[in-house]
């Protein structure tokens, strides 16, 4: 049914930036809250950012707090995570998940991940 495919991800140097897409397809993409996760070896999954259906609305871990930013175009059925001033810690596979009407429900959609390795 649903589908998310993330894409942008790769290495980069410490203070480097990315910019990562979601992108939907197989749902009504403005029906839904989005929201990007991350995981780094050895640990658990840790919500990074959501945005609400018409994009009024985010919310962003502290970890992560004015240096990444999420944002989302309903017309190309797309949500975005750029990410600045990226950290060693950062290095992750980042997860984007599609939530209908809000972010406080449950995951319907999850891509399958990208890569963000952040290293000198």
């Known amino acids: 049914q649903g589908q998310l495919v993330e894409s942008g991800g790769g290495s980069v140097q410490p203070g480097g930036s990315l910019r990562l897409s979601c992108a939907a397809s197989?749902?009504?993409?403005?029906?839904?809250?989005m929201t990007w996760y991350r995981q780094a070896p050895g640990k658990e999954r840790e919500l990074v950012a959501s945005?609400?259906?018409?994009?009024?609305?985010?919310k962003t871990a502290d970890s992560v707090k004015g240096r990444f930013t999420i944002s989302r175009d309903n017309a190309k059925n797309t949500a975005y995570l750029q990410m600045n001033s990226l950290k060693p810690e950062d290095t992750a596979v980042y997860y984007c998940?599609?939530?209908?009407?809000?972010?406080?429900?449950?995951?319907?959609?999850w891509g399958q991940g990208t890569q963000v390795t952040v290293s000198s």
């Open positions: 998940s599609a939530q209908r009407n809000s972010w406080n429900g449950p995951h319907d959609y």
């Open positions: 197989g749902f009504t993409f403005s029906r839904y809250a």
């Open positions: 945005i609400t259906t018409g994009g009024t609305n985010t």
